[in-house]
Structure formats: structure tokens, C-alpha cells
């Protein structure tokens, strides 16, 4: 397949149980399906989103607590959906809504990366919420979604998990000896989570520009065609991990290439101050969300 003029595809070195395990790769929900194709809809209503909401009770619960959580900052407690969409709009609750419907296929612990349940979703939206306010302020053009592929960034791991741990004595003895675990990853597996979550992405139909963002999240200059997405992805993921000690398997993964902030023309001391806004909406999520 190709990716933004590059081409993404399943070489020998991949051994063959993953690739099976791609694609046995659950469909993405129904429910995230339909709230996706709202996404940038300029005539999108708040009676299509609860058409999608009302056959799943719990979701809609799930959506409603997750805007009403800290991390969000809104003025008061909502109670309703329609009360929702109006403090926060159309696209703004779609979107939360769409991170609510994706913790059923993100919110379980992973083997092999450390995370207990909850952890990599909340982790997922609290990047995908600071990518979204990061291409704001960089005034890219709102039409483009930034949410979409920052919360999607780590899927992969769903599928690598049990392979890392079985593995983790190989990749754990690499990482000690200051190789990035990301690189042990990829050394010892043939293959990486980034690489992972673009094949899921691409057996999903989504545009080519959010597959690439997904596939050098981590190393945005490895990629053969400059793109924002992958910039901002990347930027947005590393502030999420600054200061932060519950995904071990990041923890070297704290400061950013001088190229990228050098594209998205963000000085140092800018991108210090977003990463500790990024750290402090994070703690807001885990300390008013939590799962078992």
C-alpha cells in the first residue's frame, strides 16, 4: 500500500503470526464509524450524534462523563447531551464522543508495555486533545483532524503486546544498554507498534496523511514527505510523556528533534510550557477517570 507517496508494506522480516494477528484485527466500533463521518461536517446536529448514542446506553454514560471530567474545564456539570453540544459545539463533543466509543477497544490493560486498564486510553486522549490544541495554535486549518490520528497513535500496541512480552528479556537488555526501546522493538520483533498502527489504519480506509502520522509518530524525520500530522502527533505525544512515569516503556522519550519544532516554528521555551499543560491535563484525566 502507499502512504503519502511512500510505501507502507508487509516485508519478509515481519514474522507471519503478527501479520496474521493484524488481520484478525478487530473492525473499528459501528458507533466510532458513524461518529467519525461527522467529523468536519458543517451541517452535523446534535440529533445525528444521538441517532448514533441512543442504541448504546453505556456509551452515551461514558461520553458524558468524559466531558464532564476536569480535563475538559467545563463551567458546570452536564447532565444531558444536548447540554453538552452546546457548551462545547458540534465538533468538539463529536470528537470527545469518538474517544469515548474508541476506550472499548483501548481501555484494557497491555501486556508487554506495562499498562494497567485505562492507561493507554487515557493516555491516547490526552495526546490527541493536545495535538488538537497544538494545531490550533499553530493555525493549521480546522478542517484538517489532528484528534483522529494522535488519539489512534498507539493502537498498535493492542497487537504487539503479547509479542514484547514475549520478547521483553531481549528488548529489556537492549533498552539497558541505552538503545531506545522503540528501536529494540523493532530489532527484535522486525517490526514496531508505530509501524503496526499504520497497517491498522490502512485495513481501516483512513486517509493517507493519518496513517503516515501514526506510522513516525516517533521519528516524524524518518518519514519521505514532510507532514504536519505526523509533526504534531509526535510533538503532542512526547509532552504527554514529560514528567510522566506510568508508560516506563516511553520514558526516554522526553526531548523533541530541533527540525520538527524548527517546521512548526516552536521555540524551546514554548514547547516546555505546552508540555507542562499537556502533563497537568493528563493528571486532570487520571485523577477523575479511573478503571479497573
Known amino acids: 500500500m502507499t502512504v503519502s507517496g511512500e510505501k507502507i508494506q508487509a516485508t519478509s522480516d515481519i514474522p507471519d503470526k503478527i501479520l496474521q494477528t493484524v488481520s484478525a484485527f478487530p473492525s473499528m466500533p459501528k458507533a466510532a464509524i458513524e461518529l467519525r463521518s461527522l467529523l468536519g461536517k458543517e451541517d452535523a446536529s446534535i440529533d445525528d450524534i444521538e441517532k448514533i448514542l441512543r442504541h448504546d446506553p ?5 461520553v458524558l462523563r468524559l466531558a464532564n471530567s476536569a480535563f475538559f474545564g467545563m463551567p458546570s456539570k452536564v447532565t444531558s447531551l444536548k447540554q453538552a453540544v452546546v457548551l462545547l459545539g458540534i465538533q468538539r ?10 476506550n472499548k477497544s483501548m481501555g484494557a490493560a497491555v501486556a508487554g508495555y ?11 486522549i490526552a495526546v490527541a486533545t493536545t495535538a488538537e490544541a497544538l494545531a490550533k495554535n499553530r493555525k ?14 498507539d493502537l498498535g500496541k493492542l497487537v504487539l ?25 523493532k530489532e527484535v520483533l522486525k517490526t514496531d507498534h508505530a509501524e503496526i498502527g499504520a497497517f491498522i489504519l490502512a485495513k481501516w ?35 504527554c510523556h514529560s514528567g510522566d512515569d506510568s508508560m516506563p516503556a516511553e520514558a526516554e522519550l522526553n526531548l523533541p528533534y530541533s527540525s ?7 521555540q524551546p521555551e514554548q514547547y516546555k510550557k505546552f508540555a507542562a499543560k499537556a502533563c497537568d491535563w493528563l493528571q486532570k484525566l487520571s485523577d477523575t477517570l479511573t478503571f479497573g
Open 260 to 266: 520538527v519544532l524548527d517546521r512548526l516554528r516552536i
Open 58 to 62: 453505556g456509551l452515551a454514560a461514558n
Open 93 to 102: 463533543f463529536t470528537k470527545i464522543a469518538f474517544g469515548a466509543c474508541m
Open 140 to 153: 493549521f486549518a480546522e478542517s484538517n483532524d489532528f484528534f483522529t490520528p494522535a488519539l489512534l497513535h
Open 161 to 185: 503486546g503479547k509479542f514484547v512480552k514475549a520478547e521483553q528479556s531481549k528488548i529489556d537488555s537492549m533498552v539497558a544498554d541505552g538503545v531506545p526501546v522503540v528501536i529494540a522493538e
Open 114 to 124: 506495562g499498562l494497567s486498564p485505562g492507561t493507554l486510553w487515557l493516555h491516547s
Open 205 to 239: 480506509s483512513f486517509p493517507d496523511d493519518l496513517i503516515s502520522a501514526v506510522w513516525w509518530h516517533h521519528y516524524p524525520d524518518s518519514s519521505e514527505k514532510s507532514n504536519p500530522h505526523a509533526d504534531i502527533v509526535y510533538l503532542a505525544n512526547l509532552m
